[in-house]
Structures are given as structure tokens and as C-alpha cells.
């Protein structure tokens, strides 16, 4: 699925969590990561680093990059250089009752980083496999139909119990949809999800789907955050500049994290079903 993968890392209070989940996902990859520290090289700061994959039982032959700068600035460099093409990294910056507040290196990686992301709210030092997968999309591109089947392969490979696929939708959109389909026949959003899921009826995975309609985006988000998701996944398309793009229904994202997310902005054929 990746062929490198980078950890952004900082000596934070979940810095072993972030290793430890990143860990894990590469086993299950099977792909070797880099970590990416943004500043000088420092042997003391080395040191922590291979102390720390000795810890988690990590590769201790793994890079540490060390990339002096303004952290997301180093973080992308780092990226292109080492050709990179997922990154994880923590989640946040403020955590309240309510709400989880993007930090600001993980808003500007889901507002320039060129790759996919996986970022954790909740990192664990002994990570265990998401229970419950939303996979959150504005439409029926090919992008979302890969995202979803990738989210069920993950679900498979990990043994997850349950994927469930969330269409967000606008009443405008909606009340459009209702007249392109009586005077066109095509199909709704709801027969289209149906029909995407059926891609997967043999799956072991408990598969479900969800319309959310409203005004603004956050509708998605307080359903996933009530529903106690474990990862969230979504398309992120690039555009013809090469710069990352949420649909209006998603960009949410950007400011306020329910769970921890996988953005997906580059389809993999081989990867689906």
C-alpha cells in the first residue's frame, strides 16, 4: 500500500505513542519508516530516538532525519526528499470536553502535505486495532470508492468488527439530487451507497452506511464523535497544481479532529476490490 513511511516526531508527552502506533502500522505495511525531527542534528537527541525503538521493539536500523527549520517546512522537505508518501503524526494541540482542536503542524500537513496522512488523537503506547471505522465521503468518485476499500481491506487485515460509510450531505444537494432523479432516473445517493457496498457483500467485516444531511460540515463531525468511532478515514483529491483539496462537506477537518484519521489523496487500484 506505501512504499516509505514517515513519523513527524517530538520528544511531546505521547511521542512513544505516536512511535508505537506508527510501529505497528508499518509491520502491517510492511514498509520501513523514517523519523522526521525538525531541527539540528544533536547526539544526545539521537541517542533518545534509538533508546526509544528499542523500547517499542522497533527497527533499529530505521533513519532518523534531522531537519533543521520551521517544523511543518522541515517536515515537508523531509517528505519530498525521502520520497515519503504517508506521514503520521499527533493529532493535537488542545483537547477539550467537546471538541478536539487540530495542532497546528497537523492543520497545515492536511492543508499542504502532498502524501497521506494518519493522525492520531488518541496514540497508544500498546496499540490495538480500531473496532469501529467511519469512512466519511462527499461523493461517489473514484477517490471514495477507494477510500472505502481500503478502509475494508484495513478492517480486515487488522480485525476490525465494523466499517461504516457516511455520505455528507447538503439540503441543497439533496433537494437537487431529488429533481436530476425524477426527471433524469438516476440513481440517489442512497441506492448509489447500497451499490458500493454490495461491492463488499463477502466480506467478514460488519458493514453499514449512514446519510448525514445539513447546513454545515460539523453535522459529520458530532455524529462521529458521538458514535465513538477509532479512526476515521476520507478522500482528499489534489488538484492539477498538486495541492490538496477537502470537499466543502469535509473541511471541518481541517480545524476540529473526532478521532484519529486517515486522509487518502491518491488512489491505488491494486488496492481494491
Known sequence: ????????????????????????????????????HADAFNSEKEARFRAALVKLNLDLESEVRFEPGEPVESILKAQREEKIDLLIAGA????????????????????????????????????????????????????????????????????????????????FAEAKEKVAGSTTGSKSSEELIEHLLAERQTSAIELDYHLLRGNTGFTACEFIQ??????????????????????????WIVQVIPTNLWVIRHALLADSK
Open 226 to 251: 458521538s458514535s465513538g468511532a477509532d479512526l476515521l478515514v476520507m478522500p482528499s483529491p489534489m488538484d492539477n497544481k498538486d495541492r490538496p483539496l477537502f470537499a466543502p462537506a469535509l473541511d
Open 1 to 36: 500500500m506505501y512504499r516509505r513511511v514517515g513519523v513527524a516526531t517530538t520528544f511531546s508527552p505521547r511521542f512513544l505513542a505516536v512511535l508505537a502506533e506508527a510501529g505497528l502500522i508499518c509491520r502491517y505495511l510492511s514498509a520501513p519508516f523514517c523519523l522526521i
Open 92 to 171: 493535537l494541540e488542545t483537547e477539550t470536553v467537546h471538541r478536539n482542536f487540530a495542532g497546528h503542524v497537523a492543520r497545515e500537513l492536511l492543508r499542504q502535505a502532498p502524501c497521506d496522512l494518519m493522525l492520531y488523537t488518541e496514540p497508544k503506547e500498546e496499540p490495538v486495532a480500531p473496532a469501529s471505522i467511519y469512512v466519511a465521503i462527499p461523493d461517489f468518485s473514484a477517490l471514495s470508492r477507494n477510500a472505502f476499500h481500503r478502509a475494508v481491506n484495513f478492517a480486515e487485515r487488522r480485525g476490525s468488527k465494523s466499517v461504516t460509510l457516511l455520505h455528507v450531505q447538503t439540503t
